[in-house]
C-alpha cells in the first residue's frame, strides 16, 4: 500500500489511489520531467531517488577531479529563461560541486523537493494490465502505483567494479568513482592504484595524484585524450551568452552532438598536409570535445581519422618524457573518438612526475589483488587505496537492476537478453505507459546530455497530453516499429567508426557477458529530434495509442497486418 496519498490531478483521471505518473530518479532528466508532468499538465507526480539528494550521475560521481567535458553554459537546461538568465557559471567546464549547486537550486527554485522521495531505490516495477498500472515496489517494501511509469535512471550509473579474484582479502580500503564516498577520501601519504583510463580515469589522475605519496595507474586500453583548457569565465563572456541565450540553444538542438557548435565541413584529406597540421594544432590550442569537429569525416573514415591519431600521438610523445612510457600510451588499437573521447587537465604531463607509475596491463594483465596491492603477470605493486575507474554497465546496467515486467510478466531482462530493443528509446514493444528517458536507441550519450534528456522529457510530456487531451490512457511501442527501429540504430553504427573500438561500453563490451549490441543512435541529436517529431505529428506512428479495450482492438488488427501505427478508433 502506498504510505502516503498522492494529490490527485485536477481532472480526476486515473484510478483511485493511484499516481498519474512515478518517475525513478532526481537527476538532469527526473527534475524536468517532474517539473513538466506537475507544473506544465498539472499532474500527480512522485518522484523515487536512491540517493539523499537530487543530482543522479552527478550526487554519486564525486570522484577527485570530477568534472563535465561539456561547456557549463550548455551544460544546463534550456527550459526556463529565468533560469538561464539568473545562474552564474564560474568555469568553462563545471566542476562537480558547481554542478550540485545548479541541480539543488533548480530544486529549491521549482520547489520540486515536495514531490521527491530520496533515499529510497525502486526495486521493481510490474504492469497490472487489468488495472492498466504500474506497481512498484521500494527497497524498503512500500508499493506505488501510477498510471505512467518513466525511468530517469541515467546511462552511467549503475558501477562495473572488475571481478578480480583477491578483492575481499585487500588490507587496504578501495573505491569506485561512481560510488564515491560523501565524505570524501583522503590520499595524503597514501600509495594509491588507480585502475581504468576511461574519461573519469584520466581526470582523477592528475588530481589523486598532487595528493597522493605514489599513485600507480593500471592501463589496459591506451585511451586518446586532448586538452580541456579549463578556466575561469570573464563576465563579457557571460554577458555574451546570456544576450544570445536563444541562438546558442537553438544551435546546441541543430547539431548532431547537441554543442554549440558546428562540425567542420572539410574532409580531412582534401587539404594539403601543412594546412591540415595547422587546423589540428588550432584545436588543440582551443581543447575540447570540439577537437572531434575539425573534419568531417574524422568519426565515418578510417584514413581521415588515422590522420588524427597520428597528431595526437605526436603531442603525447611532444609532452611524456620517458619514451617507452609514451610508447605504452600512445599503443591505440582503435580509431580516435570511437570510444567517448576524454578531455583532460595535463593527464598526460602527471606521467613525468616522479611519484606516478604507468603499468601496462594488457601486455601483464591484473591476476589478483593481494591482501598488499595488486598483482599483474609481471609484478605485485604495494597499494594502501586501490580506485576503481572502471566505469559503468552502461544504459541497460540501471534498468535492468530493477525487476521491470511489462505484459503477460515478461521482465525487461528476458526481452533484453540479446541487446536492447526499443522504439526510438522511448519504448519498449510489450511495456505499456512505461518511458525510458534516454533509453538505448536513443542518442543520449553521444550527445550533450541536457540536450538529449529536454527532447525526451519534451516528447514525453507531450506524448501524455496528446493523450489527456483524447481520453486515451495507454500507449505502447509496437513490435514492428522497434524491430525497424532497431535496424536503423544498428545502420546509423555502421556508417560510422564507433563499433570499431572493440573495448567500448556502447557496445557492452566492458562488461563480461553483456551483449556486444551498439545501443546509442548514432545517427545525430538533430536527425533524432525531426524522427520524434514526425512520429508525434503522425498521430504517434509505430505506437499503439488508446484505451486498453480499443488496444486490444488495434492489436488484433496489427496482427493481421495492419503493421506499426495503428491506433485506437477514439485517436
Ligand atoms: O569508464 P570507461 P569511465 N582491468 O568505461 C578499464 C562519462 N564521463 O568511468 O578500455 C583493467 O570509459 C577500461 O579498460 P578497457 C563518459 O561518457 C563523463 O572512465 O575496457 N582495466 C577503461 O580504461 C565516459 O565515456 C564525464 O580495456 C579495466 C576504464 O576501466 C563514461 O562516463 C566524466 C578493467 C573504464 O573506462 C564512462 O567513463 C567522466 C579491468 N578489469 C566520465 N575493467 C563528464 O564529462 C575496466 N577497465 C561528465
Known amino acids: 500500500m502506498p504510505d502516503f496519498i498522492p494529490e490527485r490531478s485536477p481532472d480526476g483521471f486515473g484510478p483511485a489511489g493511484a499516481l498519474d505518473a512515478l518517475i525513478i530518479g532526481a537527476g538532469f532528466s527526473g527534475l524536468y520531467q517532474l517539473y513538466s508532468l506537475r507544473e506544465?499538465?498539472?499532474?500527480?507526480?512522485?518522484?523515487?531517488?536512491?540517493?539523499?539528494?537530487?543530482?543522479?550521475?552527478?550526487?554519486?560521481?564525486?570522484?577527485?577531479?570530477?568534472?563535465?567535458?561539456?561547456?557549463?553554459?550548455?551544460?544546463?537546461?534550456?527550459?526556463?529563461?529565468?533560469?538561464?538568465?539568473?545562474?552564474?557559471?564560474?568555469?568553462?567546464?563545471?566542476?562537480?560541486?558547481?554542478?550540485?549547486?545548479?541541480?539543488?537550486?533548480?530544486?529549491?527554485?521549482?520547489?520540486?523537493?515536495?514531490?521527491?522521495?530520496?533515499?529510497?531505490?525502486?526495486?521493481?516495477?510490474?504492469?497490472?494490465?487489468?488495472?492498466?498500472?504500474?506497481?512498484?515496489?521500494?527497497?524498503?517494501?512500500?508499493?506505488?502505483?501510477?498510471?505512467?511509469?518513466?525511468?530517469?535512471?541515467?546511462?552511467?550509473?549503475?558501477?562495473?567494479?572488475?571481478?578480480?579474484?583477491?578483492?575481499?582479502?585487500?588490507?587496504?580500503?578501495?573505491?569506485?568513482?561512481?560510488?564515491w564516498p560523501q565524505e570524501g577520501v583522503d590520499f595524503t601519504g597514501k600509495?594509491?592504484?588507480?585502475?581504468?583510463?576511461?574519461?573519469?580515469?584520466?581526470?582523477?589522475?592528475?588530481?589523486?595524484?598532487?595528493?597522493?605519496?605514489?599513485?600507480?595507474?593500471?592501463?589496459?586500453?591506451?585511451?586518446?585524450?586532448?586538452?580541456?583548457?579549463?578556466?575561469?569565465?570573464?563576465?563579457?563572456?557571460?554577458?555574451?551568452?546570456?544576450a544570445n541565450y536563444d541562438e546558442i540553444r537553438r544551435k546546441t538542438r541543430a547539431t548532431t552532438n547537441g554543442h554549440p557548435y558546428s562540425i567542420s565541413e572539410r574532409l580531412a584529406l582534401d587539404v594539403p598536409a601543412e594546412e591540415r597540421q595547422a587546423l589540428y594544432e588550432a584545436a588543440w590550442a582551443q581543447g575540447g570535445l570540439q577537437f572531434r569537429a575539425t573534419f568531417q569525416d574524422l568519426l565515418v573514415d578510417k584514413a581521415a581519422n588515422d590522420t588524427a591519431v597520428e597528431f595526437i600521438r605526436a603531442k603525447i610523445r611532444q609532452i611524456v618524457h620517458d619514451p617507452a612510457v609514451a610508447d605504452i600510451l600512445t599503443a591505440f588499437d582503435h580509431p580516435y573518438a570511437a570510444k567517448r573521447p576524454p578531455i583532460d587537465t595535463e593527464y598526460f604531463e602527471t606521467f613525468n612526475c616522479n611519484n606516478v607509475t604507468l603499468v601496462d596491463v594488457r601486455s601483464a594483465p591484473i591476476e589478483r589483488i593481494t591482501p598488499q596491492g595488486i598483482r599483474t603477470r609481471d609484478a605485485e605493486y604495494g597499494l594502501d587505496v586501490i580506485v576503481f575507474a572502471t566505469g559503468f554497465d552502461a544504459m541497460t546496467g540501471p534498468l535492468l537492476r530493477i525487476d521491470i515486467r511489462g505484459r503477460d510478466g515478461q521482465s525487461l531482462k528476458e526481452v533484453w537478453d540479446a541487446g536492447p530493443r526499443t522504439y526510438l528509446g522511448l519504448q519498449v514493444a510489450g511495456f505499456p505507459n512505461l518511458f525510458t528517458i534516454t533509453g538505448p536507441g536513443s542518442p543520449s550519450v553521444l550527445c550533450n546530455m541536457p540536450v538529449a534528456i529536454e527532447q525526451h522529457v519534451d516528447w514525453i510530456t507531450d506524448c501524455i497530453a496528446y493523450m489527456r487531451q483524447r481520453g486515451?490512457?495507454?500507449?505502447?511501442?509496437?513490435?514492428?516499429?522497434?524491430?525497424?527501429?532497431?535496424?536503423?540504430?544498428?545502420?546509423?553504427a555502421d556508417a560510422t567508426l564507433l563499433p570499431l573500438a572493440a573495448s567500448s561500453w556502447y557496445l557492452g563490451a566492458n562488461v563480461p557477458g553483456k551483449p556486444r549490441v551498439f545501443m546509442p543512435y548514432a545517427g545525430g541529436m538533430a536527425r533524432y529530434r525531426r524522427i520524434c517529431d514526425d512520429v508525434a505529428a503522425n498521430g504517434y506512428e509505430g505506437f499503439a495509442i488508446g484505451t486498453p479495450a480499443a488496444q486490444a482492438t488495434n492489436q488484433a488488427m496489427s496482427m493481421g497486418g495492419s503493421g506499426a501505427g495503428s491506433a485506437g478508433p477514439l485517436r
Open 40 to 179: 506544465r499538465l498539472g499532474l500527480s507526480v512522485q518522484v523515487l531517488e536512491a540517493g539523499d539528494g537530487v543530482g543522479g550521475t552527478w550526487y554519486w560521481n564525486r570522484y577527485p577531479g570530477a568534472r563535465c567535458d561539456s561547456e557549463s553554459y550548455c551544460y544546463s537546461y534550456s527550459f526556463s529563461d529565468e533560469l538561464q538568465q539568473e545562474w552564474e557559471w564560474t568555469e568553462r567546464y563545471p566542476e562537480q560541486p558547481e554542478i550540485m549547486r545548479y541541480l539543488n537550486h533548480v530544486a529549491d527554485r521549482f520547489d520540486l523537493r515536495r514531490s521527491i522521495r530520496f533515499g529510497t531505490r525502486v526495486t521493481a516495477a510490474h504492469y497490472d494490465e487489468a488495472a492498466n498500472l504500474w506497481r512498484v515496489t521500494t527497497g524498503a517494501g512500500e508499493q506505488l502505483t501510477a498510471q505512467f511509469l518513466i525511468t530517469a535512471v541515467g546511462c552511467l550509473s549503475s558501477a562495473n567494479v572488475p571481478n578480480i579474484p583477491g578483492l575481499e582479502d585487500f588490507a587496504g580500503r578501495w573505491y569506485h568513482t561512481g560510488e
Open 191 to 242: 600509495r594509491v592504484g588507480l585502475v581504468g583510463t576511461g574519461s573519469t580515469g584520466i581526470q582523477a589522475t592528475p588530481v589523486i595524484a598532487a595528493a597522493a605519496a605514489h599513485l600507480t595507474v593500471f592501463q589496459r586500453t591506451p585511451n586518446f585524450s586532448v586538452p580541456a583548457r579549463n578556466g575561469p569565465l570573464t563576465d563579457d563572456f557571460k554577458r555574451e551568452v546570456k
Open 472 to 492: 486515451l490512457d495507454r500507449i505502447e511501442a509496437t513490435a514492428e516499429a522497434a524491430d525497424q527501429w532497431v535496424d536503423r540504430v544498428n545502420e546509423a
